[in-house]
């Protein structure tokens, strides 16, 4: 009696093995998650993020350029506002000569063909720290998402390719698509943070942009990690309002969540490796407890294999390096 099936023969080198790999990780993948700040000259690395830092527009230049010539070519872009320009309803998110549109405007000069998009929600903005406006110590959902939709028409005004709502206000998707479809921006995309889950995994992320709600936390608005079911009516909903791209986050412990939505709909799905991932993994390494190279890139197709197309990750530029 012999066995006929013997599946190791599929695994005796590496030639076989890639030849037979389901999955793999490229540049094309990635989404670059980018931190812009005030100022001239400003290269500052973010405490909790090692190897990440906040840049000014000067230099932020010097930053796309280097991503584009790594072959990285799409960004997402995030902006630390100073305090004094803070109120309740994100009043500054609209200045077309805000930071975010002119970093809009920096992007699209040094590389034309790079993907723009943008993050809309006003905790950046807001002197409560939270995604939307304030009332009574609830977060109000409409009259936010009339802000949304402006602040996404200013963002697609001064240039950008797509709009990432990461708020999670019940409707915002169809005001943002509508004024877009009125305002004539036709083809400005949306990718909708369309199952975000109120996650202690943002933690690094608040500290980099200063924008940790000033009272209580998010879980009026952002889902109950307890959730499954949910993520896909959010998913759905989301869908049917206008949005060309859906997206789970946070990543690792959510994939579950990632394989539901991608069996579930037929746009491409995102998922965002948040920063207290990157985190995690970077203080584990430092400490010589984890192969950094090794998790980054088992974490990473791990996304893969759950159903993202497309992935947000602090660690793009580490992976293209390791690629060669
Ligand atoms: C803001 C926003 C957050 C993140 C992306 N957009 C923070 C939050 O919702 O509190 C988190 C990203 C990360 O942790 O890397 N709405």
Redesign the pocket.
């Given at each position: 009696m012999h066995q006929l099936r013997r599946n190791r023969r599929l695994r005796t080198t590496e030639s076989i093995r890639s030849l037979v790999r389901e999955h793999t990780i490229t540049p094309n993948d990635f989404l670059v998650?980018l931190f812009v700040v005030e100022g001239k000259n400003v290269k500052e690395e973010i405490a909790s993020m090692p190897g990440y830092y906040r840049y000014s527009l000067d230099l932020l230049k010097d930053e796309v350029k280097e991503l584009w010539a790594m072959g990285l070519k799409a960004v997402l872009l995030?902006v630390k506002v100073p305090d004094n320009l803070k109120d309740n309803k994100g009043t500054e998110a609209l200045n077309p000569e805000g930071l975010m549109q002119l970093a809009i405007k920096t992007v699209k000069d040094i590389a034309p063909e790079m993907l723009v998009m943008t993050?809309v929600?006003l905790?950046p903005y807001s002197s409560y720290g939270h995604?939307g406006i304030v009332e009574d110590g609830y977060i109000i959902n409409d009259p936010t998402c009339e802000v949304l939709a402006k602040m996404s028409l200013s963002h697609a005004r001064a240039g950008a390719d797509f709009v990432a709502p990461?708020?999670m206000m019940d409707g915002r998707i169809l005001s943002i698509r509508e004024l877009l479809e009125a305002e004539n921006y036709k083809n400005t995309g949306i990718m909708s943070y369309s199952a975000?889950y109120a996650s202690g995994?943002?933690g690094?992320?608040?500290d980099a942009l200063d924008?940790a709600p000033g009272f209580g936390d998010?879980k009026t608005y952002?889902m109950d990690f307890a959730n499954r079911d949910e993520a896909v009516k959010e998913t759905l909903m989301d869908i049917d309002e206008g949005a060309d791209i859906v997206m789970v986050k946070p990543g690792l412990a959510y994939l579950d969540i990632l394989r539901d939505i991608r069996d579930a709909v037929d746009v491409p799905v995102a998922v965002?490796q948040?920063?207290?991932e990157y985190a995690m993994l970077k203080a584990a390494a430092e400490k010589g407890w984890l192969d950094h190279d090794a998790i980054m890139m088992e974490q990473l197709i791990a996304f893969k294999r759950a159903g993202a197309h497309i992935i947000a990750s602090y660690f793009a530029k580490d992976v293209v390096r390791l690629l060669g």
């Open positions: 998650p995030f993050d929600a905790d995604d990461s708020d975000k995994f943002y690094p992320f608040r924008s998010k952002q965002y948040v920063s207290g």
